[in-house]
């Protein structure tokens, strides 16, 4: 299955700065799902994003679809040590179960 | 919540060795269950679905002998690393979803596995 772009790939800020990433993807997406993974963690769900142009908001992290549904992003305010991790975002292949990974985000926060 | 519990959490052994990864739904049945993958600073990359009472299905490129996977029951589902060498190495992560569907996929601990 077609791997969906994400960037950047690593991101350095200092905490009370903004992180964005960004997903996209050459072809429709039907959905898709960003997951954070702390350092030696394994992922855990955050949302999942399946109407053009949805924007959903938890606390400091707004997430968005865009209106082609060819790419979301995921917005952190005001960064704390607490939001250091790789973000992914992942889309389910066609149909299926199987979820597809973007390469990840790898944010630090440097206090 | 719904929680998937996966052991062992990480592993040394020697090469040419086989070593069984387990996947267990603690509070809920899985009818499929997926086995992934993931090198150092890369991303999660699915190895195969693992489907309770029917043979595991492969993503292209992984070796479907060397990887056994059994889903024997609603809430189990074991990968064997056969024959291991130092570059099978790796964190291996299963995930599951219940059998109503819905989101999300809840994934184990993962297993950390050496081969020295």
């Known amino acids: 299955g077609q791997q969906v772009m994400q960037i950047p790939q690593y991101q350095h800020v200092q905490e009370g700065e903004d992180f964005t990433t960004y997903c996209n993807s050459s072809t429709t997406l039907s959905n898709i799902q960003w997951y954070k993974q702390r350092p030696g963690g394994h992922p855990v769900f955050l949302i999942q994003?399946?109407?053009?142009?949805e924007v959903k908001k938890q606390k400091r992290l707004t997430f968005q679809f865009g209106e082609a549904k060819k790419n979301s992003s995921l917005h952190i305010t005001a960064t704390q040590t607490t939001d250091v991790g790789t973000y992914f975002c992942?889309?389910?292949?066609?149909?299926?179960?199987?979820?597809?990974f973007g390469k990840g985000t790898k944010l630090t926060v440097n206090p | 919540g719904a929680v998937v519990s996966q052991h062992p959490s990480w592993v040394i052994c020697k090469s040419g060795t086989s070593v069984k990864i387990e996947c267990r739904s603690l509070d809920f049945q899985a009818t499929t269950m997926f086995w992934y993958r993931q090198f150092p600073k890369q991303s999660l990359m699915l190895m195969a679905t693992?489907?309770?009472?029917?043979?595991?299905?492969?993503e292209q490129g992984v070796e479907k002998d060397k990887f056994l996977i059994n889903h024997a029951s609603l809430t189990l589902s074991t990968l064997t690393v056969t024959s291991a060498h130092p570059e099978d190495s790796s964190f291996y992560i299963c995930?599951?979803?219940?059998?109503?569907?819905?989101?999300?996929?809840?994934f184990g601990n993962g297993t950390r596995l050496t081969v020295t």
């Open positions: 693992s489907n309770e009472g029917s043979k595991a299905t492969y």
């Open positions: 995930s599951a979803r219940g059998v109503r569907g819905g989101k999300p996929l809840h």
């Open positions: 992942a889309r389910l292949q066609g149909g299926s179960e199987k979820l597809v």
């Open positions: 994003l399946v109407k053009s142009g």
